[in-house]
């Protein structure tokens, strides 16, 4: 049985999250991943190594240049023919084209899933994370999204797949690409780092949240997150927000600062290995994810911190 990846890529570089779902798809056996893009060689290259994949697909046109489903997903139906799964990962590319691909094969999504029991049987998170439901699926086609922290990342080099080129579909046109504004950070990506330091509307501002935060994520070579409180507040830019609704991350150190511990916040950081929480309310229901907690006030908590790390 051989499951199709569409790999999440900017045209040169493929996303560490496409390696996460490759793993997932591993376990239902063979895996080919489709790259649709624009002079996307250098994405082909990379997919082609790496392991458990046996096949790039590459189609290449210039509407497929940024990912917009509503060109991708003709794409990958008119080769659904040759895969019952079909799968990306849970990312806002995965989220945004896998539905339109279930719609046009008339088939249900599984979204989010954790875990791979057989060819039919998925486990996936629901309630904000706080049960985990078995479903299972007899479609002819099972149009799959994928939830990376869930799954370890496959090799990136090691595999010597073919890469085949696939006829790209015709432009559809019924989105238009403007713009895109793409943040430039010298910080780890957030869903791929080590260590996150995340802030809640504690901070009050997004001066004080960076005057609080950023030093504690700079010790610590640390990627920023933060509370849809802090988001919403404008302390900080969307692509930050941890949670249901925003990113899931699993790092080894996530560090909750200011932030109460409302599930939907819960779900997107309760995989970390070691959570740490600074929160002024001995009752905040942080403390009950967390591995170490402090009551503190943040205002004295953190800078104290910060020192300590420094005198290391
Ligand atoms: P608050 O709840 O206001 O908590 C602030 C905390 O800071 C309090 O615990 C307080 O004791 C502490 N504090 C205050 N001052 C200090 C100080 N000086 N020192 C130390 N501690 C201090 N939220 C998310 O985060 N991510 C999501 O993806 C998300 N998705 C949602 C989806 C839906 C459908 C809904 C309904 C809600 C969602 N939310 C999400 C919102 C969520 O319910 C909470 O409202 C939000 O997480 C609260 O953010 P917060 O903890 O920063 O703020």
Redesign the pocket.
């Known amino acids: 049985m051989t499951t199709l990846i569409i790999a999440e890529h900017n045209n040169q570089t493929l996303n560490p999250a496409t390696l996460h779902a490759v793993t997932a798809a591993a376990k239902l056996g063979d895996v080919h991943i489709l790259v649709a893009g624009h002079q996307a060689e250098a994405v082909a290259n990379q997919a082609k190594t790496v392991a458990h994949v046996s096949k790039v697909l590459s189609s290449d046109a210039p509407h497929f240049a940024h990912a917009q489903a509503e060109e991708i997903a003709p794409l990958i139906v008119s080769m659904a023919k040759n895969y019952r799964h079909i799968a990306a990962s849970a990312t806002a590319f995965g989220k945004n084209l896998m539905p339109r691909v279930a719609a046009l094969l008339d088939v249900s999504q599984i979204s989010d899933l954790s875990e791979v029991v057989d060819e039919t049987t998925f486990v996936r998170a629901i309630y ?1 994370g706080n049960a985990f439901e078995t479903v299972s699926c007899q479609d002819e086609h099972i149009v799959l999204t994928i939830r990376a922290t869930a799954f370890e990342a496959a090799q990136a080099t090691g595999s010597d797949a073919v890469i085949e080129i696939v006829v790209p579909t015709a432009a559809q046109n019924l989105s238009q690409f403007i713009r895109e504004e793409l943040m430039q950070s010298e910080r780890p990506e957030l869903t791929q780092a080590k260590v996150v330091v995340a ?4 901070l009050q501002s997004e001066e004080h949240f960076n005057q609080i935060i950023h030093p504690l994520a700079d010790a610590l070579g640390a990627a920023i997150g ?5 988001v919403d507040a404008g302390f900080v830019p969307n692509d930050s ?6 990113k899931v991350v699993a790092p080894q150190l996530y560090i909750a ?9 819960v ?2 950081m309760q995989d970390s290995k070691v959570i740490v929480a ?4 001995p009752d ?1 229901a ?1 403390f009950k994810v967390a591995d170490f907690g402090l009551v ?4 004295t ?1 953190v800078p104290e911190l910060i020192n300590a790390l420094k005198a290391l």
């Open positions: 904000a802030g809640g509307r504690a933060a509370s849809r409180a802090a927000q941890v949670g249901q609704t925003g600062v200011g932030i109460s511990g409302a599930i939907q916040h779900a997107g600074i929160n002024k309310d905040a942080i503190a006030d943040l205002n908590a």
